[in-house]
């Protein structure tokens, strides 16, 4: 069936990885909000020059791009290497290059791109079947693993590499082997054909972007599909459950987000746009809910998702153990897209919130200073130092105690090179009325309100710093300017030349200036100390400090002993001392002894207090092997 493009205005998606067809808050592109300098323009400038030359590098050396000119040169499988996946980390990287093209409009990084995407397409059959793993002689049958295949999970991240192209430049061969993928797809899992779904969903949020770019509907219909098979059993069940496919309840029906968090949160993301799309009220709610309640109750202080390493999985209503946690970087990403999505339907700033506290914290984590090794896991507490890895050696583990230069399941670093390139589209809106500041950066914002331009200039040190200057180059004469305020940040003010003025946590809305005038918004950074909820049982008796957005950590290079001996005085408020987050705190010498029980806890002498440096999580491990821990015992 030929695939026809019906009037769909280009230009208005142009940038934009997310273009619900309606919302509350429409997204701006990566054309319309520019990063300039401060925390996430310096991760941009290394994702640019540091982390996609070394994903490339790798999937060259790991033999995964390879895998492409075997399958167009007809030898596979033998040669073949890596997991039945690895062709998704080609395609996260094609889109990473993608939205890093469509940002800086690198020529070296376009040609590296057009020769990559080649290699791809000289491997598609020509019925638009793509896969290096199944479907030769010698190779398992085309779908004939769901469960584990990934071959739809794998197409899924094709597609979503093509909308990155057609969005940046146009129409192109990139483009054309998504789009031949998508069509194959509908025909082979239509309402007449195979009834099955994915064992990891991806493939649904892909195809109804696919369907927002082109206006066919068979690609949202064949969304609708796969979301709604899901959970009535049509996966073989295993040793996890079904629920680690998402498998043992509709997602209509389910409360919570449970199992692979990962395949959670991609499903939630699907979801959430498949309901926007058809106007479905009872999807987006049972989405809502699920997203909410997860946030509420299995949810890291840092924003990380994922408590069981066994099946990389959500675990039970506050059990959220530190040293335990799994947070895979892929699910922080998948709750930055799913949490994304139900802001700009919702406009309820706890999205936002969720957005901000997993960039920094989760996001901002794997990569190392230098752009060139990443965490896969990101635990709340290291209890024996780190061995540094081999820089020439994928790591076996995922779990990798430093940041390590690769892994044999890359899927974290490809997706962070892919959320890095298109981090702009996060942080503003626009409304008829006029525009959102959702995360706050130094740059620029231009938009259209009312068919006239607003152009918004962002100054600020933020996180560091809490004072964020909008400075208002061109405007209407009646616009509004909403700024969200944190729900940490008590006491913030807001000055639209008028005077401060109290700002609480949520969105405040002002009458925007004329060209010439500033907003100021003041949030308070200064560290904090944060208790948990008492049903978390593993960090009762401790507290963490954060300051605005940033979750802190004491590190073992820093305290001059294991992290396991730090006593914090929880009545001496945390300080800021020469730029350095600090907490008063002693030692302690604990004993060692034949039965590590008894009436008393077993502690010896401890030294003085004193002000012990805490290090930003998202920069913990950079100074060689290290205990760490976020949450400190009060003593």
Not at 422 to 434: K, T
Not at 491 to 496: E, F, K, L, N
Not at 498 to 520: I, L, N, Q
Not at 595 to 600: A, V
Request: aromatic residues 6%.
């Amino acid at each position: 069936m030929p695939t026809s493009a019906p009037a769909v205005d280009r230009a208005a998606q142009h940038g934009r990885p997310v273009v619900p067809s309606a919302s509350r808050w429409r997204p701006l592109g990566l054309d319309e909000v520019r990063l300039d300098g401060g925390f996430w323009g310096e991760l941009q400038h290394r994702n640019a020059t540091a982390m996609i030359a070394h994903t490339e590098r790798w999937v060259e050396r790991m033999g995964w791009a390879a895998n492409f000119d075997l399958a167009a040169a007809g030898t596979l499988p033998e040669g073949r290497r890596g997991r039945e996946f690895s062709d998704s980390e080609i395609y996260k990287l094609l889109e990473a290059m993608s939205w890093e093209v469509g940002r800086t409009g690198d020529a070296d990084l376009d040609r590296r791109l057009r020769a990559l995407a080649s290699r791809v397409a000289a491997a598609q059959e020509p019925d638009g079947y793509i896969s290096t793993m199944f479907g030769r002689p010698g190779q398992g049958a085309r779908w004939s693993d769901p469960e584990w295949g990934h071959e739809l999970y794998c197409i899924g991240h094709l597609i979503q590499a093509g909308v990155a192209r057609a969005r940046t430049h146009g129409d192109d061969e990139l483009v054309q082997v998504a789009i031949r993928a998508a069509d194959h797809v509908c025909e082979v899992f239509g309402p007449d054909g195979r009834q099955g779904v994915d064992g990891h969903p991806e493939i649904e949020p892909a195809l109804v972007e696919l369907y927002r770019l082109t206006g066919e509907r068979r690609y949202l219909d064949q969304a609708r599909l796969f979301v709604e098979r899901r959970g009535h059993g049509v996966l073989d069940d295993i040793e996890l459950g079904r629920s680690y496919f998402q498998d043992d309840e509709p997602v209509r029906e389910s409360t919570t987000l449970r199992g692979h968090a990962v395949r959670a949160l991609y499903l939630a993301a699907g979801a959430a746009d498949l309901a926007v799309e058809d106007g479905d009220a009872e999807l987006l709610g049972a989405v809502t809910r699920q997203v909410r309640s997860a946030l509420a109750r299995r949810t890291y202080l840092t924003g990380g998702m994922g408590a069981h390493h066994e099946g990389e999985s959500f675990g039970l209503d506050f059990e959220l153990p530190p040293d335990r946690a799994y947070a895979e970087t892929c699910a922080g990403i998948g709750s930055v897209m799913a949490n994304h999505r139900l802001l700009l339907q919702s406009g309820d700033a706890r999205h936002a919130d969720a957005v901000e506290r997993t960039l920094y914290n989760v996001l901002a984590a794997s990569p190392s200073a230098e752009g060139t090794a990443f965490f896969y896991t990101n635990p709340l507490q290291q209890r024996v130092p780190g061995e540094v890895p081999d820089p020439d050696v994928a790591s076996p583990r995922a779990a990798a105690s430093l940041r390590a230069p690769w892994f044999h399941v890359s899927c974290c670093p490809t997706n962070v090179t892919r959320t890095v390139a298109s981090l702009a589209a996060y942080v503003a809106s626009v409304d008829d009325a006029g525009v959102q500041l959702h995360q706050y950066a130094a740059g620029t914002v231009a938009a259209t309100v009312g068919g006239e331009p607003v152009r918004l200039r962002v100054e600020t040190g933020y996180p560091h710093d809490g004072r964020v200057v909008v400075a208002v180059e061109e405007a209407p004469a009646a616009w509004t300017l909403t700024l969200r305020v944190p729900a940490w940040a008590a006491g913030a003010t807001v000055d639209a030349g008028d005077g401060p003025r109290a700002a609480e946590p949520g969105y405040v809305a002002v009458a925007g200036p004329a060209a010439g005038g500033r907003v100021v918004l003041d949030l308070p950074v200064a560290p904090r100390f944060t208790v948990a909820d008492p049903r978390v049982d593993a960090v009762r008796g401790q507290v963490a400090v954060e300051a605005g957005p940033l979750v802190y950590a004491v590190e073992s290079v820093d305290l001059g002993a294991d992290v396991a001996q730090v006593r914090v005085d929880a009545g001496a408020a945390p300080e800021v001392r020469d730029g350095v987050v600090t907490v008063r705190a002693r030692t302690v010498a604990v004993p060692e002894e034949d039965w590590p029980y008894g009436g008393r806890p077993a502690e010896g002498d401890a030294d003085e207090p004193r002000d012990v440096p805490l290090v930003a999580y998202h920069a913990w491990g950079n100074r060689g092997p290290s205990t760490m821990r976020v949450w400190l015992p009060v003593g």
